[in-house]
Every structure is written in structure tokens, then in C-alpha cells.
């Protein structure tokens, strides 16, 4: 098992990030001027002032562009630069090009626009009362939720609030352009989608898609935010490019970026649940209000994953889930880790914690009792197949021993009155496909040098999650060569086409089978050569391990220097391009049924806290978690998704808060008013246990996607704070609104008090 093979130089400060790589003397610096207002008709924009700065080279908007002004993918309603209206605060509407980042900025300050504004809506729900809706609503429907209601023994309703999510990746939204001969352009940008970038700055500069080169080296962490989002930027630097024929760059300050970019979308939703006396959920009808922002972007995407993982790895017989894209005046909510499945699975988790709560049942109780089993549908009618569920529940409560946590908690309530502790169980289930059927594809090129080293180009994005070293440890597996002789190339759009997005956790699935088809067929011309050259009778049983080239097992003298040279010599083909579209899923987006994902990952977790009740702040003690991970490719990157991942549902679910004025301004407009987990945040004992003997036939080497399915544990530690909040107050009813802040604790336990005494 290898490391991280970026590692080293990460923490040397020698990875090189697009504001890293060597400039061109030529250079310019493009900054953005973005609407102050939320909503209006633009009257005019002035632009003098600006150009008056010295060392500004221009200031472009709308008006240059000189085809397409779009950067949407499934709507197109996304404005590279804002034309006859804005629609939030934030939006870009002219960009300052200048000799360095500092003047554009100047110039960007002196930037004038008048608006005739109109009043803008921020709320989900007042947006949809209002018509404002992105795309269709959409409805999953199994059994009939209507004729079951009569028959359950309790039923509970209620309603729960999720917030954003700033994504906070290191390297903020970057790209730059290069003009080379002929009209065509070298872009280097930081995206997931190098090929979405090709197509917007094509489609914008009215030129052929092979005159734009989309080069991405690595990202400084994406987390989604660089999905459909980091289009925009290098489009805005590609006009700047165009404009002048000169190389343009756009980093944007944290500040920016901040302020400009969209994040995770907040739900507010309503739930009705049913269940039998024993705790089985009979019925469960759940409707989510998507706060999209302003602009669709990823957004219905989203919302079909929220209706996927609105039963979490619950079976539940009769569902209706309806959802619905409601679009405000504020910053264009985009993919966040998880994708709407975190908003979907913390609302079922809601409703079931009111029903323990009616039913006098530990929440545990319920929640264990309707795990999906083999066989069982989920809303969307698809069958599980090999669920694990029940598996990694039992192992987590058999392994930590959650009866002795359970006590151990007791015991310190009963002697402590102002501190309390609570634990809650949160089992994960998430399917791993992009739910758009066709994006389920990537290719795979792979060179074979004469110094028998390898250069393996695929669509898969380095985004810190490791996919790099996942394909280095599968390329050498496949060959039977040290991972030492394989470079994995930049993506380029001239080596590997037609990319979906690095995304939906299933990069080192798509991209490593498409590798793998690409290995066997060097495999299968260089055996052959072998076999011949060597005089063997069965070709079949020619095999490199270790570098060896062997026969039935033995060594032939041959090494792979030996067979990459006399191959070449011998005129063999020692390059390859492999395909790999993921088979056997089929979802249909009229009856909102079918196989949509080729797997589901599942895992549970348990989170221990202590709250202090009397100041709202609290500890995360610990996160124990048992995890199916397949049999993973690479365990050290397997077990840093599975902590990254936490960390981000933990904070989601915590101190991360996203707080808007009610003129649609970005309060929380820095890191230092938005708080971010860190390590000392992060409980000291977190304890990642992985399911063993368990293998995937959809993946290579039968590991299992990782990325965004740990993000969702996180969802435990709303429920362990409100757990020991409730052994504080037992008599008192707690919202289900996160993220729970301590702001919102104190509030929640003393805020009538509070307000008594401040009157
Ligand atoms: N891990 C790191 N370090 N940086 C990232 O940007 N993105 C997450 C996850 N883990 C991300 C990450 C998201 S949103 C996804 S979809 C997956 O990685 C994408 O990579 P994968 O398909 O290789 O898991
Ligand atoms: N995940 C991430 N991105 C996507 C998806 C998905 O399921 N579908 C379309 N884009
Ligand atoms: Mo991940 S949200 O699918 O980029």
C-alpha cells in the first residue's frame, strides 16, 4: 500500500496550485465587479473611473461577449456576467483586467453600476408560494402512504430546517488562459468538469471545441463547490484572454470567493411519519423546499439525490417524497459532498427521533428494526442488492460495546447537573452513480515509455481525495509493476475527452475500470508478444508480477525492461485507451423509478457528546464508526475520506452557519465569521473500523466508492447534542434546525429565560 502519492510535496508546500505555476511576463490579472443588490434591472454600468487606474488594461461585461453567455449545464439560465438584470448579491457583472491582481482590484472598486431595483425573496417556501420554482417538483412514490396512515399506531409530523455549507476548499477559484496560435487556447483552471470548461468557453468564443485545451494539474480540494462552479471564472478569464491576446489570470481572494461562490443548499422540509406500535415505520411522506438560489447550476441534480436518500438505509413500505427547487435571490446553491442526500437523510432521521419520542422507544430501537434487508425496495424502486446495513450497525454496537457507553453515560448524568452527555447511532446508506444515467462513463490512456515507465491519462480529477493514488496502485496491480513507474498525467481535454464531472464519489470507479480495460489490452498484445517471442505454448498463462515476466507461475528470464524494449523493437502497440461505462443501471426520469445506482455504501456510526447546559457549548467526544468500504483499493486513502468526510458532516451539523441580512447580504462573509472544524474541534477519539470479507464485483478490485457516504455520520451529533439536551430539560420540545450552534443550544434550553431578563 502506498501513501497519499501526494503527500510529501503537499506538506513540503511544493504541490504547485494554478496561482503556483510559473507566469508568463505577459501576464494580466483579471478581478470581478459583482452586484451589491439581490435583485434589479441593471441601468447602466460605469466604467471610466476604472480604466483611469493606472495599469488597468480593460474592463469587459456582457457586451464583449462575443457568443454564448452561458455557463449552465442542465438549465441554461447560468450568466457568465450578468446582462440586463442581476439576481443575488455577488453576481459577477464586469471584470477589471490589469497588470497585477492588487490594480484590478482598484479598479474593481471604482466600478459604478445603477440598478432600479426590485424586491428580492430568500426563503424557500415564499418562493414557491410565489411560483418561483426551478425545473419541475418531483414525487417518488412506493405502496400508498394515504390508505396506511388509519392503521398505525402513532403518527408524528413536524418540520426540520438544514443550513448551507461553505465549501472552504484551500485553493479558492482559479484559471488561467493562454492565447496560443491560430484562435485556440490553453486553459489551466481548477475544476472537476475540465470538460464543462471546454464547451462554455468554445460555445462563449463561438470557436470549435478542439480550439480550447482544458489542462488541470490538481485542485486545492473542490468538495463540489468546483463541480459546476469553477466554469465561470475561467470562462470570465477566457474573455479577458480573448479580448486583449494576452495570458489572463483570476484567482479569487478568500474574500471573494467567499462572497461570490455558491454553497451547500439549505432544505426546509415536513415530514409525516407512521409507525406500528413495535416501532416498524409503515408510512413516511416527507416534502423538501430547496433554497436554490438564484440560478439552477447543479440544483435539480440535487434534489433528485435528496428524494433518493430521503429513507436513509431505512426500509420503509409506503413513501411518498416530494420535492421542489425554489429559486431566491441569493448565491447559486451548488454540489456540496453528498449531493441532497445529507438534507434528505436528516429529515427521516428527524421524524424518527419524534417517533421514539411519542412511542416512549429509544430511537436506536426504531432505527435498528427497519435497516433495509436484502431484497427490499427502496422509494425508488430499485432492489437493494447486498445491503449492509444491518452488518455495520451490529458490528459498531458489538465492537464499541454500546451498552457500557450507554451506561457510562447514565452515570455521568446522574452525577453532573449543568454538563450532560448523549450519544445517538446514525447508519449511512448512499448510492454510488451519477443519478444522470449517461454521465456514468470515462476513458482511460495509458503510454507505455521504452524505459518501461508509464503515463496514465484518465477523466478522474485530483482533488486531495486521493484518486491519483488509487489509480497508481491499480495501474501497478494490473501491469505487476512498482507504482514507482507510473506518472498519472494533468486531466487534459487533447488526451481524454468527453468527461463527465470528477464527481458523485465515483471517480476511482468509472476511471479505474476504464483504466483496467485499457491495461488488459496491453496485457493481453505484450503476453501474446511474449508467448511467442519465448517460445510458450499458452499465452493464457504468461503473467507479470513483481516485474517478473513468469509462465504458469515460474520465472522465463524476462523481466518488464526486457519485454517493454524487445516489445517496441518488435513493433507492438505499448499504447491504449480504455472505456468503461458503467453497466446494468437504468433510471427513468418520467416514472421516477428504476436501477439508478450500480451499489450502495453503507456504514454506522455512534457519536458521543457533552453539552454544557448552562452556556450552550459542548464537546464531541467521540465517533466510533464501522464502515464498508469494500475490500478498498487503498486503505490509508480510504480511512482519510472516511475522516474527512466526518469532519465536514460534524461541522455542517455544528458551528457552520450561513447567515444571510434580510437584503440578501452575506453576513457570514469570511472565515473568521464562519467557523470551520479544526483539529481541536474534532473529538479525540474517533476509532474507524472497516467490514472485512466483503468484496464489490462494481469496482476494481472490489472496493467501494468513499468519498462523500462518511460526510453523512456527521448527521449523528445533532441528535447526540439534543439527546443530552433533553436529559437536561426533559419537559421542553427541541426544533429540529441545523446546524446547531451553541448559540442555539443556549437558545433552545434558556432562550425564554433570556429574553424574560432582557426585558
Ligand atoms: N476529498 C478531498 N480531500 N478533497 C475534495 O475536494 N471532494 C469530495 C470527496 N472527497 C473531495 C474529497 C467529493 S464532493 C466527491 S464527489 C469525491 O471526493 C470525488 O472523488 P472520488 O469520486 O474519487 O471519491
Ligand atoms: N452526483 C454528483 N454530480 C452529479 C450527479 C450526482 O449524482 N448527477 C449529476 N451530477
Ligand atoms: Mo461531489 S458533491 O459529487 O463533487
Redesign the pocket.
Known sequence: MIKHIDAASHTRGESQYIDDMWQPADLLHAAVYASPVAHGKIVSIEMQDALKVEGVAAVFTAQDIPGRNQHGTIIQDDLVLADKDVHYIGEPVAVVVARTPEIARAGVKRVRMEVKESPGVFDAREAYAKGEIIGQPLTFTLGDVDSVWEKCAIVVAGSTETGGQEHAYLETQSARVIPLEGNTWRVYASTQSPTAVQKTIALMLNIPFPQVEVDVPRLGGGFGGK?DQATQWAAIAALSAWKLKRPVQIVLSRAEDVRMTGKRHPYSSDFKMGLSKEGKILAYEVKMYQNAGATAD?SP?ILY?SLFHATNAYYVPNVRAFAVSCRTNLLSNT?FRG?GGPQGMFVIEAAIAKAAEKLGMAKEEIQRKNLIKEGEMFSYHQQVNAPRAERTWDEAMQIYKISDIKKEIQAYNDKHYETKKGCAVMPICFGIS???TF?NQASALVHIYTDGNISVSTNGVEMGQGVNTNLTEITARALGVRPERIKIESNNTKRTVNMS?S??SACTDLNGNALLHATAQLCERLYTFAASELKLADKAKVAVVAEKVLYDGKETGWNWDKLIISGYLNRVDLSAHGFYATPNIAFDAKSNQGNAFAYHVFGTAIIEVTVDCLRGTYDIDAVKLVHDGGSSVNQLILRGQVEGGLAQGLGWMTLEEIKFNEKGLLLSNALASYKVPETYFMPDDIQVKFLEGVDNPASPFGAKAVGEPPLMYGIGVFFAIRSAMQTFSPNKTFAFNAPMTPERVLMELHGDYLKEVQR
Open positions: 463541480e447543479l441534480a439525490r454540489a449531493f451519477f443519478t444522470t454521465l464531472a464527481a458523485a
